[in-house]
Every structure is written in structure tokens, then in C-alpha cells.
Antibody, heavy 127, light 107 residues
């Protein structure tokens, strides 16, 4: 059974930093892309970024709204994903979800999706 | 970036109703479209992937279809547990983008 558990959220002052963690189990972590998605209070889902798998040398992508302030990393030996958040702004207040891109191969074409999600961790940026 | 536009943003329906939610992509995304259901305080749950494939364990009253850049999620007979917010998401390109959500409420 796939399990994904985020941790590290909390109350931070504007300009501060925080490191979120995501512990995964139940699948071969190193084989899969991992993403962060956030959701501001009462708002919709916003993709934050991703790290690719070992075969793709763990390259990363980011949403324009967080590029330069957020850093995604992973430790395949610990089946863990991380999100380093710097220079926090009040608009970064959100529940941050770790999402597993397990995808499906249909007729030789790979269809990416977020098949599994953690329960989320709340980051509140306020003075 | 690919914009995903969902409609309606909310709807009221009764148990047993047929419900249709539409998502339009700003450019072609082939069948790279997923649908999620989210209940208050919970993480999203994958319902449909590749525009029309039903995720394992999801009731067959949920279905997805596509026509060009227009995608539809249909609930054939709304059940009490289906009252939630539904999101579409494109997996054609980076950045991944979601629709703004459709909240299905009890009439």
C-alpha cells in the first residue's frame, strides 16, 4: 500500500524559511517523479514543482510563482522528498501536499497523474 | 502556460441527478487530462486519468470524455458521498495546471 506523509509545516514570519519533508513507502521511490502541490485557504490547487526520478538525474521544475525561492530535493536512500522554502511571503500560506506521479502506460504512451497524495502540511506565513 | 477553465464554478444538484462538469484547455493537450475529487479537509483523489480511464476503485457512475480541447466529467447518478469539489488537471506540459474547481452542493 502506498503511503505518503508530509511534515514540517508551521507558523513562520514573512521573510523566514521552512523545510517540508515527505516520507513515502509502498512503491519504488527512486523510479518515480515526485511533485509538490499547494492549496491556499479556501482556494484551488496550485502546482509548485517536481523532481524527476533517478533515471532523469533528479532534475527539477518549478512554478514561476516560486522559482528562485523554493528548492525541491529528494533522498532516494530514505524514500524522502523535501521542499525548502525561503523568503516566505504571506501569499505562500497554504496546505502543501506531496504527490506521487505513478502514471499509467497506455498503448506505449505514458500518462502522468497524481495517483497518491499525502494528507498535507499547513504553512502559515504571518507576523 | 496552459490555462484550464472549468465550468460551472459551482452547482446544486439532488441525489440521483446526472451531473456534468466541463473543462476547457487553452491549447491542445491530446488526452493528457486528469480529474480529481476533493472533500473538505482532505487531499484530492484521482478519479479519471488520460481523459476517460477510470481509476481503480472509483465507482462506474463517474466517467470522462474528450472532444478537442473540451473535456467532460459526468456523474451518472449523484450519490450523497459525491458532494465535493472537482478539479481537472493537464499533464501535457510543465507547469502542470489545474482548473479552478467545481463545487457540487446539495440542492
Amino acid at each position: 500500500e502506498v503511503q505518503v506523509v508530509e511534515s514540517g509545516g508551521g507558523l513562520v514570519q514573512p521573510g523566514g524559511s521552512l523545510r517540508l519533508s515527505c516520507a513515502a513507502s509502498g512503491f519504488t521511490f527512486s523510479d518515480h517523479f515526485m511533485d509538490w502541490v499547494r492549496q491556499a485557504p479556501g482556494k484551488g490547487l496550485e502546482w509548485v514543482g517536481r523532481t524527476r526520478n533517478e533515471a532523469n538525474t533528479h532534475t527539477t521544475e518549478y512554478a514561476a510563482s516560486v522559482k528562485g525561492r523554493f528548492t525541491i530535493s529528494r533522498d532516494d536512500s530514505k524514500n524522502s522528498l523535501y521542499l525548502q522554502i525561503n523568503s516566505l511571503k504571506t501569499e505562500d500560506t497554504a496546505v502543501y501536499y506531496c504527490a506521487v506521479d505513478l502514471g499509467y502506460n497506455i498503448g506505449g504512451t505514458w500518462y502522468s497523474n497524481f495517483r497518491h497524495w499525502g494528507q498535507g502540511t499547513l504553512v502559515t506565513v504571518s507576523s | 502556460d496552459i490555462q484550464m477553465t472549468q465550468s460551472p464554478s459551482s452547482l446544486s444538484a439532488s441525489v440521483g441527478d446526472r451531473v456534468t462538469i466541463t473543462c476547457r484547455a487553452s491549447q491542445t493537450i491530446s488526452s493528457y487530462l486528469n480529474w480529481y475529487q476533493q472533500k473538505p479537509g482532505k487531499a484530492p483523489k484521482l478519479l479519471i486519468y488520460a481523459a476517460s480511464s477510470l481509476q481503480s476503485g472509483v465507482p462506474s457512475r463517474f466517467s470522462g470524455s474528450a472532444s478537442g480541447t473540451d473535456f467532460t466529467l459526468t456523474i451518472s447518478s449523484l450519490q450523497p458521498e459525491d458532494f465535493a469539489t472537482y478539479y481537472c488537471q493537464q499533464s501535457y506540459s510543465i507547469p502542470r495546471t489545474f482548473g479552478q474547481g467545481t463545487k457540487v452542493e446539495i440542492k
